[in-house]
């Protein structure tokens, strides 16, 4: 359920769903900057993150000045992590199953395309110039080979059919008409050659048509089994586990007496498979700290995710069970609102953990900042091209640490949206990206690079 972009030329103004989507206005609602009255409003803080005062000595163990890692530098950190480890072997996967995967090998044409000269229009097939006597048969596509044409003949065809040998050209089924005595003449010129499509027009047998590493699209399926393949060369997707932590989840019905619904359960696994993964599994550990070290050191995954228990709370153990196994902790907090506990080690040589905040906008901030480049590179997915656009509201900063807020995209303006607080989903269901907005906040106008969002990116993976 995202919200629609604008059409071109359509303005902010002319939307009506602000209020559905709870666009950032001025908390007194008597200025909105976009409507170019009253003071430009500086949005109040909408969340504990804002409002906090963000004194090094205030955060004990994550996010201080000292450990916490810089948000550009923890994924740089997390390609590099992914680099780190071995290639695994290319797989061949079934058509049906490759989309979102990374071509291992170039796709090389197995055939011409076309690999018989057809006609391109329904209509006849005709041999020299014209008038022409006309054959009784029909040409269809998918038929045995017709019989070659004389000069001075024609046969009806049918788009896609096989051309007859001899014959010059197609006329149109528009452009000819038959006299009483069943001969049939042109009534627009057809020159040489028209409407034939010649074998290998498009690629001969052994052209590259895509190189190794294009990601397979539902175009390059279509293209694939065009060009005569069943299977295709793949780099497989990287296996991850989702363990849901703590004792205060139900996975149905209403929250009650102090427990809540499991948000991250439902949202996480199509999420991770939108970035390259396949999910072996989701499990909910709740606050058991044994069982969240069974479970990591039982995992062969390429990458377990965690969510919650990553703070310092009595019951969270992400951080004593990856020091219990010896992790190597890569990043151990980020400079980044929603989302600073976030923790990314190396659990085993050829596997990581991403242990993610549980408050659940945190969690999606853990994802795109540590899990999105990781499994890219695992993957074999290019980076996705960085882009601006410019700020439709201002946003309040950190002091020091990076923002990430949902935004609408609106007459090509990105729209802050309301609700961002860490512990809400509600704006970045209704939102287009994450716009990263830099320590000290941003004016109206500036220039913001996007994140975009999976169901902005066409939905791949979620079958
Ligand atoms: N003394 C401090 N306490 C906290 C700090 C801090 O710096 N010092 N940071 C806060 C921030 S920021 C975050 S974020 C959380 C991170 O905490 P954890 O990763 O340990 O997460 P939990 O405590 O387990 O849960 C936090 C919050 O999220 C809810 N939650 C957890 N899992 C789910 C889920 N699957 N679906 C929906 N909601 C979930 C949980 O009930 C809590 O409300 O720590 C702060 N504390
Ligand atoms: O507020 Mo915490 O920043 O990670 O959600």
């Known amino acids: 359920m995202n919200a629609p972009r604008a059409r071109p030329g359509q303005d902010a103004d002319d939307l009506d769903v602000e209020e559905a989507l709870a666009l950032v206005k001025d908390p007194r609602g008597t200025s909105d900057p976009r409507h170019g009255h009253g003071t430009p409003a500086v949005p109040a803080p909408t969340s504990e993150s804002e409002s906090r005062t963000h004194a090094p000595d ?46 291992a090998a170039p796709l090389a044409a197995l055939t011409d395309l076309p690999s018989f000269d057809t006609s391109a229009m329904d209509g006849y097939a005709v041999a020299g110039p014209g008038p022409w006597d006309l ?45 009483d005595k069943g001969r049939l003449h042109a009534t627009r010129e057809a020159v040489h050659g028209q409407d034939i499509r010649p074998r290998g027009q498009e690629c001969r047998s052994g052209d590259q048509l895509l190189p190794a590493g294009a990601l397979v699209t539902p175009a390059v399926l279509g293209l694939a089994a065009a060009a ?38 439902p949202m996480l696994p199509p999420w991770l498979r939108s970035l390259g993964a396949e999910v072996l599994a989701v499990r909910r550990l709740g606050d058991d700290a044994k069982a969240l070290h ?22 969270d153990h992400v951080h004593p069970t990856l020091s219990r196994i010896g992790a190597q902790l890569l990043v151990d907090g980020v400079k980044v609102r929603p989302g600073h506990p976030m923790v990314l080690a190396r659990t085993k040589e050829n596997q990581h953990l991403v242990g993610l905040p549980g408050n659940p906008l945190a969690a999606v901030s853990g994802l795109l900042t540590l899990a999105e480049p990781l499994l890219r590179i695992l993957a074999g997915r290019a980076a996705p091209e960085p882009y601006t656009l410019p700020l439709g509201d201002a946003v309040h900063g950190h002091p020091y640490d990076t923002r990430l807020i949902p935004v609408v995209v609106r007459a090509d303006r990105a729209v802050p ?35 975009d969002l999976p169901w902005v990116l066409a939905g791949m993976g979620n079958a």
């Open 294 to 315: 069974k479970a990591i050191t039982r995992s062969d995954a390429d990458l377990i995710v965690t969510t919650g228990g990553t703070a310092s709370g009595p019951v």
């Open 417 to 451: 949206l309301h609700y961002n607080g860490p512990a809400m989903l509600r704006g970045i269901a209704a939102s287009d990206a994450l716009a990263v907005v830099p320590p000290g906040g941003a004016r109206p106008g500036q220039e913001l690079e996007l994140l």
């Open 135 to 179: 054959r009784e048969e029909r040409v269809l596509a998918g038929h045995a080979k017709p019989e070659p044409l004389i000069d001075g003949e024609a046969v009806r065809i049918a788009t896609g059919a096989r051309i007859p040998q001899d014959a010059t050209a197609v006329l149109r089924s528009e452009h000819g008409r038959l006299d």
């Open 58 to 103: 205030s955060a004990k163990r994550k996010g201080d000045g000292h450990r916490a890692t810089p948000w550009p530098q923890a994924r740089t950190t997390a390609e590099r992590a992914a680099r780190s480890v071995p290639r695994r072997a290319p797989v061949s996967v079934s058509l049906d199953a490759a989309l979102g995967l990374v071509l």
């Open 228 to 265: 005569g393949y069943d299977t295709l060369t793949a780099i497989p997707r990287p296996r991850v586990e989702v363990l849901v932590l703590g004792d205060e989840l139900l996975t149905e019905g209403l929250p009650q007496e102090g427990l809540i619904r499991d948000a991250l359960g």
